[in-house]
């Protein structure tokens, strides 16, 4: 593996951007919390009587969303923990605790009895109008079992 070179004025700047990563209200929070109300569907968010905290809880349909940036997250983890140079063993080891952690979550959640969507937040951004969807169609699928 190829190691790459970094001095001390690009990892200050580096620590500088990533203690300024928000943790609720990102954009992409925002960006989808807006479409649902503007298609009628009302939510709390950061529901902190949760495990987790869902970024957004449809609590008439006991659905916890949560949108997860890719980084943060692991999104295709095998293929791009292999691109991270600099601090690596932190970063593998971080990033490797929040995927065990968001899994944790999802379960405890879901022996609740909520249904857990997660979005990454590239297709919130590239196209909020088909993750308003997919909610919408858990919805349906919920007042149906309920009308069976």
Known sequence: MKKKKSNRT???KRHYIMSRVKSKDTKIEITLRRALW?????????????PGTPD???????????????FWHGKDWDKNKE??????EFWISKIERNMRRDNKI???LEQLGWVVIR?????????????VEVVED???????????
Request: hydrophobic letters at 30%; glycine letters at 4%; proline letters at 0%.
């Open 10 to 12: 690009e990892e200050e």
């Open 38 to 50: 503007h298609k009628g569907i009302r939510y709390r968010k950061n529901h902190k009587l949760l």
């Open 56 to 70: 957004i809880a449809i609590t008439k349909y006991n659905i916890a969303i949560f949108c997860d940036g890719e």
């Open 83 to 88: 691109h991270i140079y600099n601090n690596r």
């Open 106 to 108: 999802d379960s405890q």
């Open 119 to 131: 979005f990454w937040g590239k297709d919130i951004e590239k196209n909020v109008n088909s993750c």
């Open 138 to 148: 858990i919805i349906f699928d919920i007042k149906l079992s309920h009308y069976k």
